[in-house]
């Protein structure tokens, strides 16, 4: 199994430009999440999907992000307009429904200038 | 300026020796347990779980004990080697099997050649 797919791996935009991140879960994983980490937060959750609907979206930091799953093999975390404190590696991870181990793929880092 | 960030708690240690990285929790309706390892510019990767019912569970190198009554979790790593030099964070759930992980702050282990 390739295990989960992010891409791009490195983004550098700047300020005010759309971003988007995208993730190919783990095949047969009917849960997917987005974090953000950052040398202030840690590991922040920022939204997760089950079954490609979008469950708990209470981590994401405004209206300038936003997330879709349109099929249980993709899904993308955009953020329009970007901001320099939007820089972050971004982490998307799938699980089995009803397990709880969370695969994480490589991540997305991103900086915005 | 200077930047501020998550002051991470480190452990050093000496090549050969045996490392234990502690992780205390504070949901006591939590009851599956796992440890990540997070190497430089990579995702979180999984080493070893545990559910409420056990007190230790084995693994390739690698121990996870769970003490429920102090709600502490640690893991243990023999014979530390230089590729285990990665941030390590512990994580929990209830389990309903449909929530996501609870992440700590991690600890930064630096394994000293």
């Known amino acids: 199994d390739a295990g989960v797919i992010q891409s791009p791996r490195h983004e550098v935009t700047e300020m005010g430009q759309e971003v988007t991140l995208r993730c190919k879960p783990i095949?047969?994983?009917?849960?997917l999440f987005w974090y953000r980490q950052t040398m202030m937060r840690g590991l922040e959750l920022l939204i997760y999907?089950?079954?490609?609907?979008?469950?708990?979206d209470s981590g994401m930091p405004e209206d300038r992000f936003s997330a879709k799953m349109p099929n249980a093999s993709f899904s993308t975390l955009k953020i329009q307009p970007s901001e320099p404190r939007d820089s972050a590696v971004y982490f998307c991870?799938?699980?089995?429904?009803?397990?709880?181990?969370?695969?994480f793929g490589p991540g997305t880092r991103l900086l915005v200038l | 300026g200077e930047s501020v960030g998550l002051h991470l708690p480190t452990l050093s240690v000496q090549e050969g020796d045996n490392s234990i990285i502690n992780c205390a929790y504070s949901n006591s309706a939590s009851d599956y347990f796992i440890w990540y390892k997070q190497e430089s510019g990579k995702g979180p990767q999984f080493i070893i779980d545990i559910r409420s019912n056990m007190d230790k569970r084995q693994g390739q190198r690698v121990t996870v004990l769970l003490n429920k009554t102090v709600k502490h979790l640690s893991l243990q790593i023999a014979a530390t080697q230089p590729g285990d030099s990665a941030v390590y964070f512990c994580a929990e759930t209830p389990n309903s099997g449909n929530t996501p992980l609870v992440f700590g702050k991690g600890t930064r282990l630096s394994v000293i050649a």
């Open positions: 999907f089950n079954n490609n609907v979008p469950i708990d």
């Open positions: 991870a799938s699980r089995e429904h009803f397990q709880e181990t969370q695969y």
């Open positions: 095949s047969g994983h009917n849960s």
